[in-house]
């Protein structure tokens, strides 16, 4: 039974990730930081209800919820000339160091009295400032540490990581909002950060990380590098429209439930949780797409996705819904798996911490800005109208990206390998030096 079940986890995706010298020493810390993370969601509004002026408060909860992931697009946009030839393992640490420190002042303060809304929320956006380069550094230390044909799994062991952490960190910050407030559970956040930049800083040799060769075109800036490959700026254009047209449903859900579906809170976390359980068992099979091929699957994702969320803005049964929006959660990290491989895959080593750092500033402030949307789309279709917009645009979308990526590989295979584009991503794949080629044809 031991041998059997022995042969079963080498003969996984994730075995060549998890057994991987310095990804072992990576993975726990990370592991930590993801679960003080899921638990910050709940503690960072709940501090600043605390602390807010009753007459404002809802100003300065969307403020706070703003500052600690905003200002991480601000850095990845002013910060590059300074960061982008830093290694992976550097960028990641720094980060998970200033968050640590940031976040570890909070409670202090907090503790002294000498904490309020103003500081709190400066404090949130400072910690936040390097929060693209790091999640950049992480993502390029699994392109340039694993071969190329683990860095979907890879990438999915670290999503899976992340999906955990959204379903224990809530209920965890829960109980120690209710033993020890809000900032307690910032300085139990602030303690993980601490482990995660100890793991990255202290934890990775120095020659556990290859590094590229030095050239000319490391000195672009991330977007710049993005707009000279032509297949990325399809794929950030696809992902920012993706990540736009779901924030509103952080806006509409909730009426929904409270105004359409005369539903309890109750109702209304039964919806979260089974995305959540949906994004954990996405993250697992996410790691066995390796063979398919990456552009149609994360376009046909996006399509899926639109489509299973059109059930809750269409008045279905709710148990219908909470299972569809359970369903779309599965989907939810394959996407940002797939969509982050597709840039590993088509950029030089020597550009990747640039190009994933404009990546992550672009998701970053994606969801926010739709978000923003929801306001005003609720107030004029009602909430089911705004998720029935919201959920037939990402399917638009979807259909919309197709048609390129069926237009890019017709024209693809008339002007052979010169034609360039998006079709041309998953043959990338084919060589370490494809993305070099596909630089230089642009």
Same mark, same amino acid.
Request: glycine residues 12%; hydrophobic residues 55%.
């Given at each position: 039974?031991?041998?059997?079940?022995?042969?079963?986890?080498?003969?996984?995706?994730?075995?060549?990730?998890?057994?991987?010298?310095?990804?072992?020493?990576?993975?726990?810390?990370?592991?930590?930081?993801?679960?003080?993370?899921?638990?910050?969601?709940?503690?960072?509004?709940?501090?600043?209800?605390?602390?807010?002026?009753?007459?404002?408060?809802?100003?300065?909860?969307?403020?706070?919820?703003?500052?600690?992931?905003?200002?991480?697009?601000?850095?990845?946009?002013?910060?590059?000339?300074?960061?982008?030839?830093?290694?992976?393992?550097?960028?990641?640490?720094?980060?998970?160091?200033?968050?640590?420190?940031?976040?570890?002042?909070?409670?202090?303060?907090?503790?002294?009295?000498?904490?309020?809304?103003?500081?709190?929320?400066?404090?949130?956006?400072?910690?936040?400032?390097?929060?693209?380069?790091?999640?950049?550094?992480?993502?390029?230390?699994?392109?340039?540490?694993?071969?190329?044909?683990?860095?979907?799994?890879?990438?999915?062991?670290?999503?899976?990581?992340?999906?955990?952490?959204?379903?224990?960190?809530?209920?965890?910050?829960?109980?120690?909002?209710?033993?020890?407030?809000?900032?307690?559970?910032?300085?139990?956040?602030?303690?993980?950060?601490?482990?995660?930049?100890?793991?990255?800083?202290?934890?990775?040799?120095?020659?556990?990380?290859?590094?590229?060769?030095?050239?000319?075109?490391?000195?672009?800036?991330?977007?710049?590098?993005?707009?000279?490959?032509?297949?990325?700026?399809?794929?950030?254009?696809?992902?920012?429209? %993706?990540? #736009? /047209?779901?924030? !509103?449903?952080?806006?509409?859900? $909730?009426?929904? @439930? &409270?105004?359409?579906?005369? +539903?309890? *809170?109750?109702?209304?976390?039964?919806?979260?949780?089974?995305?959540?359980?949906?994004?954990?068992?996405?993250?697992?099979?996410?790691?066995?797409?390796?063979?398919?091929?990456?552009?149609?699957?994360?376009?046909?994702?996006?399509?899926? %996705?639109? #489509? /299973?969320?059109? !059930?809750?803005?269409?008045?279905? $049964?709710?148990? @219908? &819904?909470?299972?569809?929006? +359970?369903? *779309?959660?599965?989907?939810?990290?394959?996407?940002?798996?797939?969509?982050?491989?597709?840039?590993?895959?088509?950029?030089?080593?020597?550009?990747?911490?640039?190009?994933?750092?404009?990546?992550?500033?672009?998701?970053?402030?994606?969801?926010?800005?739709?978000?923003?949307?929801?306001?005003?789309?609720?107030?004029?279709?009602?909430?089911?109208?705004?998720?029935?917009?919201? *959920?037939?645009?990402?399917?638009?979308?979807?259909?919309?990206?197709?048609?390129?990526?069926?237009?890019?590989?017709?024209?693809?295979?008339?002007?052979?390998?010169?034609?360039?584009?998006?079709?041309?991503?998953?043959?990338?794949?084919?060589?370490?030096?494809?993305?070099?080629?596909?630089?230089?044809?642009?």
């Amino acid at each position: 039974m031991g041998m059997a079940l022995r042969r079963v986890m080498r003969s996984s995706p994730y075995w060549p990730v998890v057994t991987h010298g310095t990804l072992r020493r990576v993975l726990p810390g990370f592991a930590v930081s993801s679960l003080g993370d899921g638990m910050a969601v709940v503690a960072v509004s709940w501090l600043a209800i605390e602390l807010a002026p009753e007459a404002d408060r809802s100003i300065w909860v969307a403020l706070a919820a703003a500052a600690y992931t905003l200002s991480g697009a601000a850095g990845a946009l002013l910060l590059g000339r300074f960061l982008r030839h830093r290694p992976p393992a550097q960028l990641a640490g720094c980060d998970a160091a200033l968050r640590a420190c940031t976040l570890g002042s909070i409670p202090v303060l907090y503790a002294f009295g000498a904490l309020n809304i103003q500081g709190y929320v400066a404090l949130l956006a400072l910690s936040s400032v390097l929060h693209s380069w790091g999640q950049a550094g992480v993502y390029t230390l699994i392109a340039r540490v694993l071969p190329q044909r683990d860095h979907l799994a890879g990438n999915a062991v670290l999503s899976g990581l992340g999906s955990l952490a959204t379903v224990a960190g809530p209920p965890l910050a829960t109980l120690l909002i209710v033993f020890g407030g809000p900032a307690t559970v910032l300085a139990v956040d602030a303690a993980t950060f601490l482990v995660l930049a100890l793991t990255f800083l202290l934890a990775v040799p120095k020659g556990g990380v290859p590094e590229p060769e030095e050239d000319e075109a490391s000195r672009s800036a991330g977007f710049a590098v993005v707009r000279r490959i032509p297949a990325l700026s399809g794929l950030l254009a696809l992902s920012f429209a %993706f990540f #736009l /047209l779901f924030g !509103p449903v952080y806006v509409a859900l $909730p009426l929904h @439930v &409270s105004d359409d579906l005369a +539903g309890s *809170a109750g109702v209304l976390a039964s919806f979260y949780t089974a995305f959540g359980i949906g994004a954990v068992v996405g993250s697992v099979l996410t790691g066995f797409l390796s063979k398919w091929k990456l552009w149609p699957v994360t376009i046909g994702i996006v399509i899926c %996705f639109g #489509l /299973l969320m059109l !059930p809750m803005g269409l008045g279905a $049964p709710t148990a @219908v &819904s909470v299972v569809c929006f +359970g369903l *779309a959660g599965l989907l939810w990290p394959p996407y940002s798996t797939l969509s982050t491989t597709l840039f590993q895959r088509s950029t030089p080593s020597a550009l990747l911490p640039q190009a994933l750092a404009a990546s992550s500033a672009v998701r970053v402030m994606s969801v926010p800005l739709g978000t923003a949307l929801g306001g005003p789309l609720v107030a004029g279709l009602g909430a089911a109208g705004a998720l029935r917009v919201s *959920a037939g645009a990402i399917a638009v979308v979807g259909v919309v990206a197709a048609v390129a990526l069926a237009v890019g590989s017709a024209r693809g295979r008339r002007e052979g390998p010169k034609g360039g584009g998006a079709a041309d991503v998953d043959d990338v794949t084919k060589s370490e030096e494809a993305g070099d080629v596909t630089m230089r044809q642009a």
